[in-house]
């Protein structure tokens, strides 16, 4: 059996990992900055966008997978998973903005409630599908 919904965000998530990693690279080269931030500024929003990704992402592609396994709605299950994906763009593009009243930049914001809602549908929907059947 083939999780192509899984394989569709795990592709997008490794490719935008790389894209990140890539970026903390050029940006400890130009700050020639081995080891932690040194207090540059690009070099720390690089960390965290590549971090954040890191964190974020393992956790609903293995929910999206096992979802697919058990045979869940592929439209339904491509929605969640498009509403994750746009939430870790959103962020991935408000980590590296700033804005002057030092408020999160709106792309943090709706990365965040997006990510949040997407996880939140995924737990629901295996829940209701796998785990409570079990009970």
């Given at each position: 059996m083939v999780l192509t919904v899984t394989a569709v965000v795990?592709?997008?998530?490794?490719?935008?990992?790389l894209a990140t990693s890539i970026d903390v690279v050029v940006q400890r080269e130009r700050s020639h900055t081995l080891f932690g931030d040194?207090?540059?500024?690009?070099?720390r929003r690089a960390i965290r966008a590549n971090a954040n990704l890191a964190e974020h992402a393992p956790v609903p592609i293995i929910l999206i997978g096992l979802l697919e396994l058990a045979g869940a709605d592929a439209v339904g299950l491509s929605?969640?998973?498009?509403?994750?994906?746009?939430?870790?763009?959103?962020?991935?593009?408000?980590?590296y903005r700033t804005r002057a009243d030092g408020k999160p930049p709106v792309g943090r914001v709706i990365g965040i409630f997006s990510t949040w809602a997407a996880v939140l549908a995924l737990c629901l929907w295996l829940g209701w599908m796998v785990v409570l059947p079990m009970l």
């Open positions: 795990g592709v997008l998530c490794g490719l935008a990992l040194a207090g540059n500024d690009r070099l929605a969640i998973a498009a509403l994750f994906l746009f939430g870790r763009v959103a962020n991935l593009v408000g980590i």
